[in-house]
């Protein structure tokens, strides 16, 4: 995992097929393409949206970003015991001060938590509440 450094939460790693794709996050993705990486939980989640469209040039462009310009490219992280240890504590502590974030959400903060990689989302809000995940918004 040398030189890793930011985790790609899924609003970014779709952002480069995006209708009108931001151009400062596409400069932020070229500028660290060698410190980049993914969660197993943001590669179902962009496998999922696409078997959902039905055969189109839409899902031909987006099967291409993902099988050539991604799988074997950037690094998809799995989701490990440590990271299953780190969710379970989080979760339960979330849960006891009455907040309940989205399960996918918690997989992609372990993640990042436990590889100690930055976690790059739009939705920083999201993510505010996870104890020892830092934050990045490339978007604005």
């Known amino acids: 995992m040398g030189?890793?450094?930011?985790?790609?939460?899924t609003n970014v790693l779709a952002e480069a097929i995006a209708t009108k794709p931001n151009s400062g996050v596409l400069d932020h993705i070229a500028r660290n393409a060698l410190s980049l990486a993914i969660a197993?939980?943001?590669?179902?989640?962009?496998l999922y949206g696409m078997y959902r469209l039905p055969r189109s040039h839409r899902r031909r462009q987006i099967e291409d970003y993902l099988f050539r310009r991604?799988?074997?490219?950037?690094?998809i992280l799995a989701f490990d015991?440590?990271?299953a240890k780190w969710?379970?504590?989080e979760r339960a502590r979330l849960v006891s001060l009455g907040r309940t974030p989205p399960y996918a959400d918690t997989q992609i903060a372990a993640t990042s938590a436990v590889n100690r990689l930055v976690l790059v989302t739009?939705?920083?809000q999201d993510f505010g509440d996870f104890k020892g995940v830092k934050v990045e918004d490339w978007f604005g």
């Open 3 to 9: 030189g890793l450094k930011y985790l790609l939460d």
């Open 40 to 46: 197993a939980v943001t590669w179902q989640e962009m």
């Open 70 to 75: 991604i799988q074997g490219i950037v690094p």
């Open 81 to 83: 015991q440590a990271a």
């Open 87 to 89: 969710q379970a504590a």
């Open 122 to 124: 739009r939705n920083k």
